[in-house]
């Protein structure tokens, strides 16, 4: 017997560095170490019909059997898994070993190796299925006992050699995936080991870029934190001079206020003293009118004294004519003498008083005429000063006024400047709060190149590591 002839065009790797040869040669060994031959692809090949119809139901069955490995068993139930495994089962029972199969095989080892079967499961995969076949095609010894008799040794012999064949093919077929397998988890490896090492450039890169970020953070936050310093420091020093200046301008404010209330005060004094200069003005030209008006009567008291005087001395002429008439009649005007006596008397006694008054009168219209000159001048001062009250009364108005209005002022000034003084305190208090920050940012700036340099040895540990492997 011979081994099988096979395509040269057998593919057992893609990859430029497998380790499976694709040379014809390499396979005839592969077929000859395992010592299989033409009649036993023959054998396999009969079994096409058992592979495709009853192996995709004996694959579903046999998934109890994977129970003590859960890890298997999981695999096993992805469609990823299970389709090139039935395809691959199905295509080694068939005899199918020529062309394809080598794909077909790392198709298997791959997806075994995808979902994170380890070596040990293939083999166990391996042995259950082609236990499980090998007693489904009664292959088995207690299949094989009823065929003692001598009609039956011909099925008895093929009944063998089908089983001989069939282990040799498996035998094999484990070899093969196994290699495949290593190559696959090499692959695997040399394309970890590329994302590594271009994971390690990248790492590298972002934990300089974060050291020197790091640092720059530093730097920056010390700057930021001196001039927070700086700022809280002139912040307190504002915060103090804003208080002196609140306080200043309350002082102002309150004097202002007080003042207003004085020139309130001053306004009424001044008001009631122009009323006052009213109703002396008014008194002083109503005493003028009654002086003028006693000068007016001293004048006609003249007039009238002056009127008497000639009455009394016509009088006093009347009764001395009468006496001398008296005096003529006798004894018969004795009688009117007596009356011409006693009214030449009464004559006499008015001329007198007449001379006393009008004695008087000369000094009483000096006087009254003193007191009109006197009157007419309290009555222009009056004047004057109700005129410079009036005066005063305006100024102090609009000096109220305009007090009132720097009283306004100044509040608003004091309540701006409080504000401004609690703003600034304000700031204060959040520079004081910025220099926190500002000093968290320096420590989580440290922490952070602390903790990049960390992550660069256990990088570093992580790649030696992984060379290692």
């Known amino acids: 017997m011979r081994p099988p002839s096979i395509a040269p065009a057998i593919i057992l790797s893609r990859c430029s560095d497998a380790l499976i040869s694709t040379s014809l040669a390499a396979q005839e060994h592969r077929f000859r170490a395992f010592r299989i031959f033409d009649e036993d692809v023959a054998l396999l090949g009969s079994l096409s019909g058992f592979a495709e119809s009853r192996l995709p139901a004996l694959l579903d069955e046999l998934h109890t059997q994977f129970a003590p490995w859960p890890e298997i068993a999981r695999a096993l139930k992805q469609p990823a898994v299970h389709e090139p495994r039935l395809a691959h089962w199905v295509r080694l029972v068939s005899g199918k070993m020529g062309e394809g ?4 095989a790392r198709r298997l080892a791959s997806a075994f190796h995808d979902h994170d079967v380890p070596t040990y499961a293939v083999v166990i995969c391996h042995a259950i299925v082609s236990n499980a076949i090998i007693v489904e095609l009664g292959l088995d010894r207690p299949g094989m006992m009823g065929l003692s008799r001598l009609w039956q040794r011909r099925e008895l012999d093929r009944r063998i050699a089908t089983r001989t064949a069939l ?3 498996t035998q094999l077929d484990l070899e093969l995936l196994l290699e495949t397998y290593a190559i696959v988890q090499q692959e695997s490896r040399d394309r970890t080991r590329r994302h590594i090492e271009a994971f390690e450039i990248t790492v590298r890169e972002v934990v300089n870029a974060v050291n020197a970020s790091a640092g720059r953070v530093e730097r920056l936050a010390a700057s930021v934190e001196s001039v927070v310093g700086e700022t809280s420091a002139q912040a307190e ?3 103090g001079s804003a208080g002196s200046a609140s306080d200043n301008v309350s002082n102002v404010a309150t004097a202002t206020n007080e003042l207003s209330i004085s020139l309130d005060h001053v306004a009424a004094e001044v008001v009631r003293a122009s009323t006052m200069a009213h109703e002396a003005h008014a008194a002083a030209q109503k005493t003028d009118a009654i002086v003028k008006s006693l000068a007016h009567s001293a004048e006609t008291i003249g007039s009238v004294v002056e009127m008497i005087q000639t009455i009394a001395s016509q ?3 009347l009764a001395l004519n009468a006496t001398i008439e008296a005096a003529r ?3 018969t005007g004795r ?4 009356v011409a006596t006693e009214v030449k008397q009464l004559s006499a006694r008015t001329a007198r008083a007449t001379d006393e008054i009008a004695a008087q009168v000369p000094a009483m219209q ?8 006197a009157i007419e001048s309290i009555v222009a001062f009056v004047s004057q000063v109700n005129g410079i009250a009036g005066a005063v009364a305006a100024s102090i108005d609009e000096q109220r006024a305009a007090t009132q209005e720097i009283a306004r002022s100044a509040d608003q000034a004091a309540m701006g400047t409080q504000a401004n003084a609690e703003t600034i305190m304000r700031l204060n208090d959040r520079a004081q709060l910025a220099g926190k920050a500002v000093h968290d940012v320096l420590d989580v700036a440290g922490a952070l190149s602390r903790q990049a340099e ?3 040895h256990a990088f570093d540990d992580l790649v030696r590591q992984q060379r290692a492997v």
């Open 167 to 169: 282990s040799k093919a």
């Open 335 to 338: 009688g009117f003498a007596v």
């Open 101 to 104: 199969y080598a794909e077909s």
């Open 237 to 239: 020093r504002a915060a």
């Open 329 to 331: 009649a006798g004894e």
């Open 366 to 373: 000096g006087a009254t005429r003193e007191a009109v000159t």
């Open 315 to 317: 009088t006093n002429l």
């Open 454 to 456: 960390s992550l660069n």
